[in-house]
């Protein structure tokens, strides 16, 4: 499913973006999940993988004008209840301690992809006069750690047929910082396609966690970093010290996460993506055994909560106002005017509430355009789209006739009339809360000659005043 643009030859009803999607051919109707997470991580091998290990081609990677093969060992695992044996050796890492927030926060499903990989060095005689071998390889490791995090991204359909609604990348902020704005903007590109895909993304850790990273991986190199090479701005490549040099009210964890939204929004006036799939949250937490993990654990869990909490639609309900457990304290806190600019530039927060804990205090994307705003619409949005793909795919093979587009029509409306008497759509009857157009308006001759199905729906959510226009395409032709 792909968010295309929002002009239509049909009758345009309100404004509102398009929701395009092409059916698999294989598989059957089911209820669309909403409660899975995945969280997807990516590490770069100094050393050869050894047996085992596949190939993988990166054309146009630097310092290879036609390419390499690059090898990578790729990891599944899947958790429906707490066990240890998928982090064997990782007592150093922050992996287990977020997953486990996942599921002491209400999850049900987690599924784990690690994406290991090693890049061959490049031979330095084919660089030009001009070209810096070591600035070379350092594009060269970036080039590669992006192709895997979208490589790994496909990985997602692999698992129990792609049920995986929400995404996360625990590590970003610790292993990847100088990536992260490029990162972010992968996978929200990604979710976007896929149409009900959502990435759950982490405020900036405690500086001081950072700087611990960064020393141990120097180590491990055999060297030792300089005061002057652990400040945030040596760290943090995107990072606008002089912006921020006068306000020392603004913590630098505050200002690494504003920096952080700016740089997302900075890489996508290249690209035609939203950050509609993409809510970040403040700030990181500290567990009961008192370690410090991203809260995008929690998070995805308390959606899956939520959801199941607020069925049979619990999609629909924003999820927020609702408790963290499993949580000692927050990692960072500060006061009204950090808070305040964190709540500008739409970044939720976790806050300690009297009698309730600390709760999820806030529901927004990073999408600037109001029909985006919330979490919920974006979600239940999603949640339609892929609805509607799976209660119709066996309609891929039918022929395009009269009482084909007459049934799929009237399936499409008795599910919708069900969203709206749930209280998921807007609109005092059905006819103001959603219309359903199969028929030869939107499946011309030529549309039907070439054996597809195209079936238009307008829909008016929760929260906004919009209708969203989903366009679902039908047909054995469109995989040709």
């Given at each position: 499913?792909?968010?295309?643009?929002?002009?239509?030859?049909?009758?345009?009803?309100?404004?509102?973006?398009?929701?395009?999607?092409?059916?698999?051919?294989?598989?059957?109707?089911?209820?669309?999940?909403?409660?899975?997470?995945?969280?997807?991580?990516?590490?770069?091998?100094?050393?050869?993988?050894?047996?085992?290990?596949?190939?993988?081609?990166?054309?146009?990677?630097?310092?290879?004008?036609?390419?390499?093969?690059?090898?990578?060992?790729?990891?599944?695992?899947?958790?429906?209840?707490?066990?240890?044996?998928?982090?064997?050796?990782?007592?150093?890492?922050?992996?287990?301690?977020?997953?486990?927030?996942?599921?002491?926060?209400?999850?049900?499903?987690?599924?784990?992809?690690?994406?290991?990989?090693?890049?061959?060095?490049?031979?330095?005689?084919?660089?030009?006069?001009?070209?810096?071998?070591?600035?070379?390889?350092?594009?060269?490791?970036?080039?590669?750690?992006?192709?895997?995090?979208?490589?790994?991204?496909?990985?997602?359909?692999?698992?129990?047929?792609?049920?995986?609604?929400?995404?996360?990348?625990?590590?970003?902020?610790?292993?990847?910082?100088?990536?992260?704005?490029?990162?972010?903007?992968?996978?929200?590109?990604?979710?976007?396609?896929?149409?009900?895909?959502?990435?759950?993304?982490?405020?900036?850790?405690?500086?001081?966690?950072?700087?611990?990273?960064?020393?141990?991986?120097?180590?491990?190199?055999?060297?030792?970093?300089?005061?002057?090479?652990?400040?945030?701005?040596?760290?943090?490549?995107?990072?606008?010290?002089?912006?921020?040099?006068?306000?020392?009210?603004?913590?630098?964890?505050?200002?690494?996460?504003?920096?952080?939204?700016?740089?997302?929004?900075?890489?996508?006036?290249?690209?035609?993506?939203?950050?509609?799939?993409?809510?970040?949250?403040w700030p990181w937490v500290q567990n009961l055994r008192g370690l410090d993990v991203p809260p995008c654990g929690a998070i995805c869990g308390v959606y899956a909560r939520s959801d199941e909490e607020h069925g049979p639609v619990g999609v629909m309900k924003s999820p927020a106002n609702e408790r963290v457990k499993a949580v000692f304290d927050l990692s960072v806190h500060v006061d009204e005017p950090p808070e305040n600019l964190l709540r500008r530039e739409g970044i939720n927060l976790l806050s300690p509430q009297t009698g309730k804990g600390i709760v999820v205090w806030g529901a927004r994307t990073q999408c600037e355009e109001p029909i985006w705003r919330f979490v919920n619409v974006r979600r239940l949005i999603g949640y339609i789209g892929k609805q509607l793909e799976m209660d119709n795919q066996g309609s891929v093979f039918e022929n395009n006739t009269e009482d084909l587009r007459q049934r799929v029509a009237r399936d499409a409306r008795y599910f919708l009339t069900d969203l709206w008497e749930k209280g998921a759509l807007t609109g005092e009857t059905p006819d103001e809360a959603f219309r359903v157009v199969c028929t030869t308006e939107n499946n011309p001759d030529g549309v039907v000659e070439r054996g597809i199905l195209v079936v238009d729906v307008w829909v008016n959510p929760v929260q906004t005043s919009e209708f969203v226009h989903l366009q679902l395409s039908y047909g054995d032709a469109l995989h040709d």
């Open positions: 499913m792909d968010l295309l643009d929002p002009r239509s030859d049909l009758e345009d009803l309100q404004p509102g973006l398009v929701l395009s999607a092409q059916l698999p051919v294989d598989g059957a109707a089911e209820q669309v999940r909403t409660d899975v997470a995945c969280f997807l991580r990516v590490r770069r091998s100094p050393q050869p993988l050894g047996e085992g290990a596949e190939r993988l081609f990166i054309a146009d990677l630097p310092g290879s004008p036609g390419g390499d093969q690059c090898e990578y060992r790729l990891t599944l695992n899947r958790l429906t209840e707490w066990d240890e044996s998928p982090f064997r050796g990782e007592f150093r890492t922050r992996q287990p301690a977020t997953a486990r927030s996942f599921l002491d926060n209400g999850g049900n499903t987690l599924h784990l992809i690690d994406v290991d990989f090693y890049v061959p060095p490049f031979d330095p005689s084919v660089l030009g006069p001009k070209e810096d071998p070591d600035e070379v390889a350092e594009l060269r490791e970036e080039a590669s750690v992006l192709r895997f995090y979208s490589w790994g991204l496909d990985r997602i359909d692999d698992l129990e047929g792609g049920v995986a609604s929400q995404v996360a990348v625990p590590d970003l902020w610790t292993a990847h910082v100088h990536l992260l704005p490029q990162v972010w903007v992968i996978i929200a590109e990604w979710c976007r396609q896929t149409g009900n895909r959502f990435l759950v993304a982490d405020s900036a850790p405690p500086l001081r966690i950072l700087i611990e990273e960064e020393r141990r991986r120097a180590r491990a190199e055999g060297v030792e970093l300089r005061p002057d090479e652990l400040t945030a701005e040596a760290l943090v490549p995107w990072y606008r010290a002089d912006k921020w040099a006068r306000r020392d009210e603004i913590p630098v964890e505050v200002a690494l996460t504003v920096d952080a939204v700016e740089a997302a929004r900075n890489e996508l006036r290249t690209r035609e993506v939203t950050l509609s799939c993409l809510a970040i949250y």
